[in-house]
């Protein structure tokens, strides 16, 4: 079996985000970038699944963006993925979930993965939307919020999460494209001897010029930081208006009733 994940890199969750002159993303200089967290599981459990079928299976990991992308394959290299791909991106990056998919479908259309998997979103846009449309670009069967996975001949049987505590079982015919929730399973760390073998697993760099650049679908007019702001209002009057100034400014104000 065929397994590909994609990954990719966001900034940390403790790194410092400047909001860039443009105001239309952040001073990426300043920012320490790291393998975004649900698709962190997603690699973990094309990996399990890998294991529990055999030396037959591969794991091939796919990540666009700059150079500095590479950190993140090699790392998933270092686990046990067998290779990687990496869609050189530049100079804009991506933050529209349709182009992003159009990009990946092109890339990895001659691949003919029998399973994708990808993180439910990614930490930094959280659009939730790439897995599915690189899915449906594929003509493969696809599922969202999967919490397990069963492999079965010519299928996949996943568990998926809906609202309320309440869970959903699917049986998916292959080719299937899958994005998978945080806390499936628990991530690996590298060994000493993967980090030593991932030096010598190869990444096929894909420059994105090659490709024919999909019509951009939306893309952020301004990102800024919210601002807070405090008043006091001394509520006067008789018990009934104060009472009901006091209502008034939970319901509407502050919305807390």
Do not use: C
Request: hydrophobic residues 40%; aromatic residues 6%; glycine residues 8%.
């Amino acid at each position: 079996m065929k397994l590909g994940v994609l990954v990719k890199q966001v900034p940390g969750s403790e790194s410092a985000l400047r909001i860039a002159p443009s105001n239309t993303w952040i001073e990426e200089a300043a920012a320490l970038f790291e393998m975004n967290e649900s698709d962190n599981y997603a690699l973990e459990e094309a990996l399990q699944i890998k294991e529990s079928l055999g030396n037959d299976s591969e794991v091939v990991v796919v990540s666009m963006g700059p150079e500095r992308v590479q950190k993140v394959i090699r790392e998933a290299l270092s686990k046990g993925a067998d290779r990687g791909i990496h869609i050189n991106e530049i100079p804009e990056i991506k933050s529209d979930p349709f182009a992003t998919a159009q990009v990946f479908a092109d890339v990895v259309k001659n691949e003919n993965f029998d399973l994708i998997f990808s993180g439910l979103q990614s930490d930094d846009v959280g659009s939730g939307q790439t897995g599915i449309i690189l899915g449906e670009m594929l003509g493969m069967a696809t599922a969202t919020l999967v919490m397990a996975t069963e492999i079965q001949e010519g299928s996949i049987k996943v568990k998926r999460e809906l609202e309320s505590g309440w869970f959903q079982w699917v049986s998916m015919p292959t080719p299937a494209s899958i994005t998978i929730q945080s806390g499936i399973n628990q991530p690996r760390y590298p060994s000493l001897k993967g980090i030593m073998g991932a030096k010598k697993k190869e990444i096929k760099v894909v420059d994105q010029t090659t490709i024919t650049a999909p019509e951009k679908q939306q893309s952020f007019a301004n990102i800024y930081l919210p601002t807070a702001d405090k008043k006091t209002e001394m509520i006067e009057g008789n018990v009934g208006q104060m009472v009901s100034r006091l209502v008034d400014v939970l319901k509407t104000e502050i919305k807390v009733l």
